[in-house]
């Protein structure tokens, strides 16, 4: 039997959730993915999920299984995360194209939604590949940064945390990140600490200097021309209240490609995960639209 992704499918748990990761098979063309599904996803829309820097694909809460409800979800472990360590080295162009061979098996236009990092990788993909996608989410997320000198001083402070992670172990590092101020409202249950300490160090620090946003490329003007040429995808970019960086960066991606940006009062950063009853309406109301 083959799954929806286009491989062998290994089953479903009592969870309803495919296991499709396959990082250990040796390929280097794919990344692990989940596939969680409803009692019958037969026609059902697709939505894939991009975790933020990190985490893995378990590290989203109640609002995967919310949209699984009525969709099937397939959440992906992104280069350096997760079962997908073989593809650390990759930058987000590599990512895009990691992606169109893990999700090759899947018909039409999917639904995305990313969180920071995986915000950034769907932006990518948008500018890169726009006829594959159908509607766009963002929560907390960059286009990158369009100042040389800034973007350069962002790409020594991702070559500092690269460091920190090397010196210190993902369980160090770990608690030195999710102690950053962005972090302060995550409940317990959201901090994911098993997800995350399942990490390598190596990989995590690959990931940092590839696809981190000092490495990235700006995206907006590409945004922009997509926005003027009518051809972009339906976007939704959410951002919390408490993270004001990231509510403008939101408008910005919202006026740049005629999208819509909401914020979600009382949360910071990671907005689904301090406010999921909010995001997830958010999201099933634009996703539905």
């Given at each position: 039997m083959r799954d929806d992704t286009g491989r062998d499918d290994p089953g479903r748990d009592d969870t309803g959730r495919d296991d499709t990761g396959r990082d250990d098979t040796g390929r280097?063309?794919?990344?692990?993915?989940?596939r969680l599904v409803a009692?019958?996803?037969?026609?059902?829309?697709?939505?894939?999920?991009?975790?933020?820097?990190?985490?893995?694909?378990?590290?989203?809460?109640?609002?995967a299984d919310g949209l699984a409800?009525?969709?099937?979800?397939?959440?992906?472990?992104?280069?350096?995360?997760?079962?997908?360590?073989?593809?650390?080295?990759?930058?987000?162009?590599?990512?895009?194209?990691l992606?169109?061979?893990?999700?090759?098996?899947?018909?039409?236009?999917?639904?995305?939604?990313g969180y920071s990092m995986g915000g950034?990788?769907?932006l990518t993909w948008m500018v890169t590949d726009p006829g594959r996608i159908r509607r766009l989410v963002t929560i907390g997320a960059t286009a990158g940064i369009t100042d040389t000198s800034r973007r350069a001083e962002r790409r020594d402070a991702d070559?500092?945390?690269?460091?920190?992670?090397?010196?210190?172990g993902v369980d160090g590092f770990v608690e030195w990140w999710l102690g950053l101020p962005m972090f302060a409202g995550l409940p317990d249950?959201?901090?994911?600490?098993?997800?995350?300490?399942?990490?390598?160090?190596?990989?995590?620090?690959?990931?940092?200097r590839n696809a981190g946003t000092g490495s990235m490329r700006p995206l907006w003007d590409d945004l922009a021309a997509l926005g003027r040429s009518g051809g972009a995808p339906a976007l939704l970019a959410l951002?919390?209240?408490?993270?004001?960086?990231?509510?403008?960066?939101?408008?910005?991606?919202?006026?740049?490609?005629?999208?819509?940006?909401?914020?979600?009062?009382?949360?910071?950063?990671?907005?689904?995960?301090?406010?999921?009853?909010?995001?997830?309406?958010a999201v099933r109301r634009f996703l539905d639209g």
């Open positions: 280097n063309d794919t990344l692990a993915a989940d009692v019958d996803d037969g026609g059902r829309p697709v939505l894939v999920l991009l975790h933020g820097f990190a985490q893995t694909r378990r590290c989203w809460g109640p609002l409800a009525d969709r099937t979800v397939v959440a992906v472990d992104l280069p350096g995360h997760g079962g997908s360590t073989r593809a650390a080295d990759a930058d987000l162009d590599r990512t895009v194209d992606l169109g061979s893990t999700l090759a098996g899947l018909d039409g236009p999917l639904d995305v939604l950034r990788v769907a070559e500092e945390r690269a460091r920190r992670v090397e010196r210190d249950w959201a901090r994911f600490d098993e997800e995350r300490r399942g990490n390598s160090a190596d990989a995590l620090a690959a990931s940092l951002a919390g209240g408490d993270d004001p960086d990231y509510v403008a960066h939101a408008a910005r991606l919202a006026a740049d490609t005629g999208g819509r940006a909401v914020t979600i009062p009382g949360a910071g950063h990671a907005a689904h995960l301090e406010r999921p009853d909010e995001t997830l309406a």
